[in-house]
């Protein structure tokens, strides 16, 4: 199984700052590569798909890069809506395994 | 309007068999274009991917899970299914369905207690 390295699990930043999250795959996935951010009671909501698609209906804020094994996903500026749960998943082979999450929190 | 909804029963006793049924509107789900797959959260934990169903019954399945679970379809009724066999305190999850390939749309997860 492809497993995915993601990191900081927990994150606190300030309402305007640039948060970036990154991901490690143990294999090259190409770009097949989602982002989702979950909140809390909810189920996760995709943001970002082939690495760096942004989902019809997510904000402009966020973008996502990387490709083969190293992808990141940015906030260019955090909103107070943005606390949440975010995670990584590759769909490049089954299982679709996710990253660990980190946890995004305002300061 | 896509949309996916769990149904099943919340309390489940250990060794038992979990059902879950994922009752999908707005899309056709014998479309090839997309998976039709079942999610698993652990209270206070992270994401697992569980398995899915495409092209009207092929599946793919967690090695780990692989024994013990079944996906299935059934077209007419525009569902798919989780079984989910010999349940333990550690199935005990939120389990959401999803449209994937990417998991574009999911249910809102029904959480399923495993308790005598």
């Known amino acids: 199984d492809i497993q995915m390295t993601q990191s900081p699990s927990s994150l606190s930043a300030s309402v305007g700052d640039r948060v970036t999250i990154t991901c490690q795959a143990s294999?090259?996935?190409?770009?097949?590569l989602n982002w989702y951010q979950q909140k809390p009671g909810k189920a996760p909501r995709l943001l970002i798909y082939r690495a760096s698609k942004l989902e019809t209906g997510a904000p402009s804020r966020f973008s996502g890069g990387g490709s083969g094994t190293d992808f990141s996903f940015t906030i260019s500026s955090l909103q107070p809506e943005d606390i949440g749960t975010y995670y990584c998943?590759?769909?490049?082979?089954?299982?679709?395994?996710f990253g660990q999450g980190t946890n995004l929190e305002i300061k | 309007q896509v949309q996916l909804q769990e149904s099943g029963p919340g309390l489940v006793k250990p060794s038992q068999t979990l059902s879950l049924t994922c009752t999908v509107s707005?899309?056709?789900?014998?479309?090839?274009?997309?998976?039709w797959s079942w999610i698993r959260q652990h209270p206070g934990k992270g994401l697992e991917w569980i398995g899915y169903?495409?092209?009207?019954?092929?599946?793919y399945y967690k090695s780990t899970l692989k024994s013990r679970v079944t996906i299935s379809v059934d077209m007419s009724r525009n569902q798919f299914s989780l079984k989910l066999t010999s349940v333990t305190a550690a199935d005990m999850a939120v389990y959401y369905c999803?449209?994937?390939?990417?998991?574009?749309?999911w249910g809102q997860g029904i959480l399923v207690t495993v308790s005598s």
């Open positions: 169903i495409y092209q009207g019954g092929r599946t």
């Open positions: 999803a449209r994937d390939n990417p998991a574009d749309y």
């Open positions: 998943q590759q769909y490049d082979s089954p299982p679709y395994t």
């Open positions: 707005g899309v056709s789900i014998s479309s090839d274009i997309y998976h």
């Open positions: 294999q090259d996935i190409s770009n097949f």
